[in-house]
């Protein structure tokens, strides 16, 4: 069965410093990865996905995130943190099974940014 | 204008009591979620419809029943409410049939049993 763990459950970076959040899957075909951020009381918004071509994917408020098969790793990254991105970030793997899609969440890491 | 929506945001109630939420996507997607998700933030599906078709039912017990009137909303209907209930229920919808389609989410429902 498909799983995502996401090892870092808080990460405190401080403005202005560069971000990366770990995200290890398990999955025996070729996974379709997601990064989904949850801001306080809101739903989940998509930042990027992977799921073929060139290992390293751009995403929205400019972060990125990088696919490494032999380490089964999708961490997502960001060179300079703003106060604003402080939030729940969730790793997620999807499967296909006949036509539709299940997707399973890592935990989350809850990202705390200091001034 | 909200993709997908979700109300009521919040929802207190006394144990036993029954209560429904409601989830409605104005994006012409196929395919709608419910997720719970607990107090450690634990996201997990529930259920999944297309076109108005159970097609994921993950052993939700069976005081959660979801009905799908039409393509564009997905309810969810719980019966003798439990304390272990209180979570934040979100909807989510899916459009197409790539792989790789993401989901979108709507803002939650905060549900406590009292």
């Known amino acids: 069965a498909q799983s995502v763990t996401q090892p870092d459950i808080h990460i405190t970076v401080s403005e202005g410093a560069s971000l990366e959040l770990r995200c290890n899957y398990s999955?025996?075909?070729?996974?379709?990865l997601f990064w989904y951020v949850q801001s306080p009381g809101q739903g989940l918004q998509l930042l990027l996905k992977y799921f073929s071509g060139d290992t390293l994917v751009q995403g929205i408020k400019g972060f990125e995130a990088e696919f490494k098969r032999s380490q089964s790793s999708f961490n997502l990254r960001k060179p300079s943190v703003h106060w604003s991105d402080a939030a729940e970030y969730f790793c997620a793997v999807g499967l296909s099974s006949g036509g539709y899609q299940k997707v399973t969440f890592g935990t989350g890491t809850k990202l705390q940014v200091i001034p | 204008d909200t993709a997908v929506s979700q109300t009521p945001k919040y929802l207190v109630t006394q144990m036993g009591n029954d209560k429904s939420i409601k989830c409605e996507q104005n994006l012409g997607h196929d395919t709608m979620y419910w997720y719970k998700q607990d107090s450690k933030k634990f996201l997990k599906i529930m259920f999944s419809?297309?076109?108005?078709?159970?097609?994921i039912n993950e052993t939700v017990p069976n005081r959660f029943s979801p009905k799908s009137p039409d393509k564009a909303h997905l309810n969810l209907h719980i019966n003798s409410l439990e304390l272990g209930d209180s979570a934040v229920y979100f909807c989510?919808?899916?459009?197409?049939?790539?792989?790789?389609?993401?989901?979108?989410f709507g803002p939650g429902t905060r549900l406590t049993v009292l």
């Open positions: 989510a919808s899916r459009g197409g049939s790539g792989r790789a389609n993401e989901q979108f």
């Open positions: 999955y025996g075909a070729t996974p379709y």
């Open positions: 419809y297309n076109n108005k078709e159970l097609i």
